[in-house]
């Protein structure tokens, strides 16, 4: 009698997870599903919605004829992920906590879980895919064949140990043929919307949920020629490249300040041009907006990368023998992938060089490279420039 090798899925109670979980027991593996809480602060919020995606995880794999347990790794992602979080805000950088949420908790804390369980792999509801170069040996992670929903970007600090216990099952398919799928054998989160909050805290506002943890520190607003105009709130509930709640709005909304500003000749004041953040200056607590979306400001050329991590164990052909290599990179996720050169001169820090100016680089934020469909890593942005 042949043993199914037992496979673990990470059961989220959204579609993609169900539908990846429905695929193998197709495929005939042991399938067993693990539904992950990570967060405790305010379980009873309207928008901690765990409670609401455990049952209908639990209705999923009542479904598809599968056993399902509740783990908790909220101490681990208080530690791993939010307090780095915290860290990184509080310096004025924009972290990802999806991409460390990835690396730290569903690839390792739930990874050492499922083998514990006597998993041969686990397997998740990301649209990426996993393949072995047989001339390498080494373990690939590819995009996912939807590039509307690809998610190598979030995964590129996996390594070769988590890449090769780790299946993607819907990374083959297209998100339209996954709802077709689960609603063809009647899973009950077949039209259940996708998630777009931060990993595991949810949707909410975000510069109220920022407020609980870190202090304000209001200061000025200013524009390129120094004047100030407005004042922020504190610069860690800010991002590069923002528009939107800034409190700064046309020329009527201004007053006497801008009617100062634009009789001295303040560029673009009663245009009606937006305005976005360009840059923040911890050491006088400014914030520095222009108006307009292509203002040189807010273009950069070339970055400065550090905490590199990648995906195949060593940086891209050896670039820190010689000349740069050329490949493609995105600095923000949805992102279309833009073509570059790589140099560096140590595993752990790199820089990249640009065709064409990218727009609002952002620190903290992550530089990920990509040659082809191949996901070959990345780094978190230090700085960037013209």
């Keep these: 009698m042949t043993v199914k090798q037992r496979i673990v899925v990470g059961l989220s109670g959204g579609v993609d997870s169900a539908v990846s979980a429905y695929l193998l027991k197709q495929q005939g593996y042991e399938v067993i599903g693990i539904f992950m809480k990570n967060w405790e602060d305010d379980d009873d919020s309207e928008y901690c919605s765990s409670n609401i995606d455990f049952v209908d995880a639990a209705a999923v794999a009542d479904v598809i004829g599968i056993e399902i347990e509740h783990v908790n790794f909220a101490a681990e992602y ?83 140990a988590q890449l090769a216990k780790t299946l993607f099952p819907v990374g083959e398919l297209h998100k339209t043929e996954v709802r077709r799928i689960a609603t063809e054998i009647g899973l009950p989160n077949a039209k259940k919307k996708d998630s777009t909050g931060i990993c595991f805290i949810g949707e909410r506002p975000f510069r109220d949920f920022l407020n609980r943890y870190i202090s304000k520190e209001p200061g000025p607003i200013k524009d390129e020629k120094g004047r100030t105009i407005a004042q922020h709130v504190g610069l860690s509930f800010y991002t590069l490249g923002q528009r939107q709640g800034l409190g700064i709005g046309g020329l009527k909304a201004r007053g006497a300040a801008l009617k100062a500003a634009q009789a001295q000749g303040l560029r673009g004041v009663g245009e009606h041009e937006p305005w976005f953040v360009a840059r923040k200056d911890m050491d006088t607590n400014t ?90 890593g990345g780094g978190v942005i230090a700085g960037a420039r013209d």
């Design 78 to 160: 208080r530690d791993r992920v939010f307090a780095e979080f915290l860290r990184e805000y509080q310096a004025g950088r924009t972290p990802n906590p999806d991409i460390l949420c990835n690396a730290e908790i569903k690839f390792k804390a739930f990874l050492d879980h499922a083998m514990r369980l006597g998993a041969e792999k686990i397997a998740t509801g990301h649209y990426a895919r996993v393949r072995l170069n047989a001339a390498t040996g080494r373990h690939e992670l590819l995009k996912g064949l939807d590039p509307s929903k690809d998610q190598s970007y979030f995964l590129h600090r996996l390594n070769q």
């Design 287 to 376: 914030l520095w907006v222009v108006q307009g979306h292509d203002h040189p400001w807010l273009l950069s050329r070339t970055l400065e990368a550090a905490d590199a991590s990648w995906c195949a164990g060593v940086p891209p052909t050896d670039a820190t023998a010689g000349a740069p290599v050329r490949l493609a990179a995105k600095t923000r996720y949805r992102q279309t992938d833009a073509a570059c050169s790589f140099s560096s001169d140590a595993s752990d820090h790199f820089s990249l060089r640009f065709d064409d100016p990218q727009w609002a680089v952002t620190p903290g934020q992550s530089a990920v490279l990509y040659d082809g469909d191949v996901c070959l």
